[in-house]
């Protein structure tokens, strides 16, 4: 017993705090649960993507790649020269591999058994 009461991780106060919150999250009503959601995601044939990644200057090409998904059928892929177009015309100017690389990034991650693909 004292090999595992050492072995656990000490619970501090944020420990508690974000364990009270998913405890709370989940008895809460899905219409609550959705509302809180949709604050931070926008949803793109079903699957939920963060509206913003973190670094506020990729969060125009991370626009562009959502209204990209968005205009395209379920399960329809992305090249990444449809991307870079799309770029040069929504913020007048040529994107770099690096931000292609980075804004692209969450996107391929699978969701619930669907994936939004890119390509290229």
Do not use: W
Not at 3 to 13: A, G, Q, Y
Not at 84 to 98: E, G, M, N, P
Request: glycine residues 4%.
């Amino acid at each position: 017993m004292a090999l595992f009461k050492s072995s656990r991780p000490k619970e501090d106060p944020k420990t508690r705090l974000l364990v009270n919150a998913a405890e709370n999250a989940v008895s809460a009503p899905l219409e609550d649960l959705l509302s809180i959601i949709h604050q931070v995601t926008v949803e793109i044939h079903g699957v939920h993507v963060l509206k913003h990644a973190g670094n506020p200057a990729l969060d125009p090409l991370r626009n562009v790649v959502i209204n990209l998904f968005q205009g395209k059928e379920p399960y329809a892929k992305l090249l990444k020269q449809e991307i870079k177009q799309a770029a040069q015309v929504s913020l007048k100017r040529d994107i770099s591999d690096s931000e292609y690389t980075q804004s692209t990034t969450h996107f391929i991650a699978p969701c619930v058994g669907q994936q939004l693909k890119i390509h290229g």
